[in-house]
């Protein structure tokens, strides 16, 4: 297949296809003339890549992975997907923690806009710097 069939079953451009290509991501490439000729392991290819790409992987990581065009490194792969999986859980947790920091704050603030009495009058009246500072002894 020529690449504008690649790229109409893939869904990547025949630009970012060329460059797959380029990298050495899809192995040889037959020609004909001046037309490159895909067959259907370079489309499998492609379509890993582009899977790979979506859950975060950046070419210059699935380089080591996919380079020749050969049959990826599946264990190898595995264990880099558990890395990016292991890091997605930490920055959950991270956001998480922020997200509370931010509904305490929150809290503090609408309890000073509307004057309740259980809102903390130091914390109210206190500048930004020293508001923050009240908030994290807490």
Partial sequence: MHIGELA????????AIRLYEEQGLLGPVPRQGV???????????????????SVGFRLAELHPLLA????????????????KRAALRAEI?????LDAQLGRIGEEI???????????????????????ALLHEA
């Fill in 8 to 15: 109409r079953r893939t869904g990547a451009s025949a630009k």
């Fill in 93 to 97: 947790r991270r956001l998480q923690r």
């Fill in 35 to 53: 037309y490159r000729l895909y067959g259907e392991r370079h489309l499998q290819q492609v379509l890993l890549i582009r899977q790979a790409q």
């Fill in 68 to 83: 020749g065009g050969e049959e990826p490194d599946w264990p190898e792969l595995y264990q880099r997907l558990q890395g």
């Fill in 110 to 132: 609408h309890a000073c806009i509307a004057g309740q009495p259980q809102a903390d009058q130091a914390l109210c009246a206190a500048e930004p710097a020293q508001r923050s």
